[in-house]
């Protein structure tokens, strides 16, 4: 079954700090591990995506890291911001296959 | 100039009514979806049409029923509403199917059944 976990599931960060959020996966046939981000009263939005030829990807103050041989990829957020308060979504797929999303980690940022 | 647009915002009805939530794109998108977020914020995929063909159908209730007159609109008409119904359902689309890179969504519509 395809499956990706996520954790945790809130998360509360001091204004500067590093906001880390993690995701496995069981299926080793997934090659697209998106990030999306939900403002409360909207949709989600794409906000980095990795493949696994490579371990990292960063994109500002957003880093991906991907752990092939452990199945686990994470979202750094680097000098947290107000503004980042959201909540985010990990997901993978494969080919033709559907996105599947973990459940969500609510993030919020500190003054 | 939103790119991808859902009506209504909010919808709150009775158990046992009939709803319909409309979508429109213009991304000029061949590939619409509907999800469901739960009260926990758990996404699922609902349904996928691709260019007005249904690709996707996850196991839902044959109350639901996608409608897409042309690629640009995919609706969702609901019957015999039940409480267990109510969630955030979002529209979305992506270029092509099978190439899931982007999708696009829209603002969702909160449906509360009372």
């Known amino acids: 079954q395809q499956q990706v976990k996520q954790s945790p599931q809130s998360l509360i960060v001091q204004k500067g700090g590093i906001s880390i959020i993690n995701c496995a996966y069981e299926?080793?046939?997934?090659?697209?591990f998106p990030w999306y981000q939900q403002f409360p009263g909207k949709g989600p939005a794409l906000l980095i995506a990795i493949r696994p030829d490579v371990s990292e990807k960063k994109e500002g103050r957003f880093t991906i890291s991907f752990n092939k041989s452990a199945k686990q990829f994470s979202l750094h957020i680097m000098d947290s911001q107000p503004g980042d308060s959201a909540t985010y979504f990990c997901a993978a797929n494969f080919g033709n296959e559907k996105l599947t999303f973990g459940t969500g980690t609510r993030l919020t940022i500190i003054p | 100039d939103t790119a991808v647009s859902q009506t209504p915002k909010y919808l709150v009805t009775q158990m046992g009514n009939d709803k319909s939530i409309k979508c429109e794109q213009n991304l000029g998108h061949d590939t619409m979806y509907w999800y469901k977020q739960d009260s926990k914020k758990f996404l699922k995929i609902m349904f996928s049409y691709n260019n007005k063909e249904l690709i996707i159908n996850e196991t839902v209730p044959n109350r639901f029923s996608p409608k897409s007159p042309d690629k640009a609109h995919l609706n969702l008409h609901i019957n015999s509403l039940e409480l267990g119904d109510s969630a955030v359902y979002f529209c979305?689309?992506?270029?092509?199917?099978?190439?899931?890179?982007?999708?696009?969504f829209g603002s969702g519509t909160q449906l509360s059944v009372l």
């Open positions: 299926n080793t046939a997934f090659d697209y």
């Open positions: 979305a689309s992506s270029q092509e199917i099978g190439v899931v890179e982007k999708l696009f």
